[in-house]
């Protein structure tokens, strides 16, 4: 790649990282002067064009995965006898491996993975320590590169998230586990 290309190329990627951070602060002036830039500029309309799908697309999977969180809350609390029964596996704790394997499980169904996507989850089933108990974004990007996977920005947000959502559905399980539990011995110790 020439000089001028390279410093090109540079300079869209700026422009995009100027973009996507001024969308996240809810800087519009930021966002339209910068779209104003890409009427001119066919590169980096694509590029930004490319921005934009890729965050509707993750946009998608955040909703989707709160409205199954949400579904799931549901059925703990109106349906408590759908939930299963805690098993002692259920009482282990969640590893990287697991969450992992809820990534690639999920993405499968939507589409065949990605290559880079494959062999950071190929990585991570590898390595199975449980999750740390705090799920910051500095705490999965120091986890992830604990576990040596070269991970952008989307895998970061995607780990993290199916991280927060497994331990979630393991902790509403317990505590509808224990609460039928307290029923049950309720319901015994009226019997008497």
Do not use: C, W
Request: glycine content about 4%; overall charge negative.
């Amino acid at each position: 790649m020439t000089n001028s290309k390279h410093q090109r190329q540079l300079e869209i990627e700026k422009s995009v990282y100027v973009y996507s951070a001024a969308l996240e602060r809810g800087d519009f002036e930021t966002v339209t002067s910068i779209l104003e830039l890409a009427e001119t500029d066919a590169e980096l309309e694509q590029a930004l064009l490319d921005v934009n799908d890729a965050q509707a697309v993750e946009l998608e999977q955040t909703q989707t995965a709160e409205a199954a969180a949400f579904v799931r809350r549901l059925i703990v609390e109106h349906l408590p006898s759908a939930v299963p029964v805690v098993v002692e596996e259920d009482l282990r704790p969640i590893t990287v491996g697991d969450v992992a394997a809820r990534i690639q499980a999920d993405q499968a169904q939507r589409s065949p993975l990605r290559k880079e996507l494959l062999t950071a989850i190929q990585q991570l089933q590898s390595d199975s320590p449980p999750l740390p108990d705090r799920l910051g974004l500095p705490d999965v990007v120091q986890l992830l590169k604990k576990a040596g996977v070269a991970a952008n920005q989307h895998f970061t947000k995607l780990f993290r998230e199916t991280a927060i959502l497994l331990s979630m559905g393991r902790q509403q399980g317990l505590m509808a586990a224990t609460r039928r539990q307290k029923k049950a011995d309720q319901s015994k110790a009226e019997d008497k």
